[in-house]
């Protein structure tokens, strides 16, 4: 298994919901990462787990809460989102240091 | 912080045609990889580049890493329409760093 699974693949929320983002990988890599793309601009790291460790969080805000249950799953959690959040939420695998990424197919996220 | 610029933003390209894209980091990079993400799709990994000077071929795309580590290129001989979508070069800072910072991306149009 060479993929990385999003689910859902589409999501619209309200700003008073919570919901869940949910991201899967057999490869066996060792890091996982969330990333949050707008329109036409590239992707933006938001969170890195090493390990099944939370390593790099880039000043996300509060709203956004990463959780890494084992080595194969990533998940997000939102609560309380603004429009502005509305994005594709892209997942990502590797096996760190020198090695490429695997993305998965994303979430495309629309705030209400 | 790291900083790394991509030119040109747009290129549109009569099919048949050359294509190169151009990166430019603010400091010297461990490695520099590439993306390519269709239209509605994900980022799809290329190729890692980690040596000074290095070139590396893949078919019609040609991939080479300054010898100052730190500037690419990614050069598309005789392009065709399988070839629309935005390029991104990504470059980690430091061996084994869990970072990686994206270019802009070049979004290459083909017409047949």
Not at chain 1, 62 to 83: D, G, I, M, T, V
Not at chain 1, 88 to 102: H, I, M
Request: hydrophobic share 30%.
């Amino acid at each position: 298994d060479t993929e990385v699974t999003q689910t859902p693949k589409h999501l619209v929320m309200g700003m008073t919901n919570k919901k869940s983002l949910k991201c899967e990988q057999h490869m066996g890599h060792r890091a996982m990462y969330w990333y949050k793309q707008k329109a036409k601009k590239p992707p933006e790291l938001m969170f890195v787990y090493s390990y099944e460790k939370l390593s790099i969080n880039e000043s996300v805000p509060s709203r956004f809460s990463p959780e890494c249950p084992n080595s194969s799953l990533l998940n997000l959690h939102l609560h309380a989102l603004q429009p502005e959040d509305s994005a594709l939420y892209l997942c990502a695998s590797s096996q760190g240091g020198l090695y490429g990424y695997t993305f998965g197919s994303g979430t495309r996220l629309t705030v209400v | 912080g790291q900083q790394v610029m991509q030119i040109p933003q747009y290129q549109h390209v009569q099919e048949g045609e050359d294509f190169t894209t151009y990166c430019n980091s603010s400091t010297t990079l461990s490695n520099i990889q590439w993306y390519k993400q269709r239209p509605g799709g994900h980022p799809v990994f290329l190729i890692q580049l980690v040596k000074s000077g290095e070139v590396k071929k893949q078919k019609r795309l040609t991939f080479q890493f300054g010898e100052a580590k730190k500037n690419s290129s990614l050069h598309i001989t005789a392009t065709q329409t399988t070839d629309v979508g935005t390029y991104f070069c990504a470059g980690q800072p430091l061996a084994g760093s869990e970072k990686l910072v994206f270019g802009k991306g070049t979004k290459l149009t083909v017409n047949p």
